[in-house]
Each structure stands twice: as structure tokens, then as C-alpha cells.
């Protein structure tokens, strides 16, 4: 499996990131090759914005040029996903801020996910971001105080809101042998 990183400063993302998704992955589908290559092209509007006042068009704007710089780039490389991770703050992370993102999003349709959590959650949420991309849900209720859901039986479980962990419950796993995004490699 290939997942192409940007990182808008070089050692964004949390350097036990591959060997804790390789361990989720081969928990669940036996050994699993995995394989993080650079994304060489520069989002140069979402630097270039940084500073700028940005209202929801412009935020909406940059973060469509984004998604579609991305496609275009993997267009002839079938088998990717891709995880950008930015600081905070960067023109990038207000733009999904703007968008009512809190610390990153995922579009598994498009294989692209975004990261920008704080330092001290960067490896917790780059797991739950781009397990999102393998087609795993969420394990607590969209509603306030985002109780998890009966499903999750397991109490440390990052894909639970605010447990900042490692760990995945057995319905994520189950979600992961079946999941059709991974069935491609
Ligand atoms: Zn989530
Ligand atoms: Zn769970």
C-alpha cells in the first residue's frame, strides 16, 4: 500500500506513524506492505494564504484547488492514499477551520485526508484520519457531548472522541477486514 505524505514542514508527521498503522494493519490482514512517499508538489496558495483574511468562499476555494491538485497528481497512480499534514497555523488548517474542521478531515471517496491536531495528538489523529480513509467510521455518536457508540467495546478506542491513544476496538478491526478500499492491494 502506498500513502503519499505532504508535509507542509518536514517532520510533521509523528515518526511512530508507520509502525503503529502497520501494526493495526497486519493485526487485521497479516503482513501489509506499507509505503509513505513524499508528495513532491507544493500547495502554494495554502502557504501563500497564510496571513491572508479568508472568508468561507476563499477557505472553500483553497481547499478545493487542494483536493484537486492531488487528484490531478495521482491521476495515473491508481493504487494511493493520500494524508497532508499541516502546522498550525498555516493558510491550509484556517481554510478547514473555516470549513468547521476541527483538527483534520477525511474524504475516503477521494482517498484524501488532512491533518493539523495539536503536536501532542498528531499520532493518535493521523491514525484516525486515515483509518477514515479505509472506510472506518467513527466510534462515537455525531451529537453533543459525542457519546461513543454500542458498538465500541473498547474503552480506549481512537476512533472514540478525545482518546488520545493508540488503540482500536474489534468493530474497527471487523471494518478493516472488510473494507473495499483495501481490498485494491
Ligand atoms: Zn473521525
Ligand atoms: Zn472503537
Known amino acids: 500500500m502506498i500513502i503519499y505524505v505532504y508535509q ?5 508527521l509523528h515518526p511512530a506513524f508507520k509502525d503503529r498503522l502497520s501494526d493495526i494493519l497486519e493485526s487485521c490482514l497479516g503482513s501489509t506492505p506499507l509505503d509513505l512517499l513524499p508528495y513532491p508538489a507544493i500547495f502554494a496558495n495554502a502557504i501563500n494564504s497564510a496571513n491572508a483574511p479568508l472568508d ?13 491538485a492531488v487528484k490531478n497528481y495521482v491521476s495515473d497512480r491508481p493504487n494511493y492514499f493520500f494524508l497532508g499534514v499541516f502546522n498550525k497555523p498555516s493558510g491550509m488548517q484556517r481554510a478547514l477551520t473555516k470549513l468547521g474542521y476541527q483538527w483534520g478531515v477525511s ?10 491536531a495539536p503536536e501532542d495528538s498528531r499520532l493518535m489523529n493521523q491514525l484516525h484520519e486515515t483509518l477514515h480513509l479505509f472506510g472506518v467510521d467513527d466510534c462515537y455518536e455525531d451529537r453533543p457531548g459525542h457519546p461513543a457508540k454500542v458498538t465500541c467495546g473498547n474503552s480506549l478506542c481512537f476512533m472514540r472522541y478525545g482518546n ?22
Not at 507542509?8 to 510533521?12: A, D, H, S, T
Open 8 to 12: 507542509e514542514k518536514k517532520g510533521l
Open 56 to 68: 468561507y468562499v476563499a477557505a472553500a476555494t483553497l481547499v478545493n484547488d487542494a483536493i484537486i
Open 107 to 116: 474524504w475516503p471517496e477521494d482517498k484524501i485526508s488532512f491533518d493539523y
Open 164 to 185: 488520545n491513544t493508540s488503540q482500536v476496538c474489534a468493530h474497527v478491526r471487523e471494518q478493516i477486514k472488510a473494507s473495499e478500499q483495501l481490498k485494491q492491494y
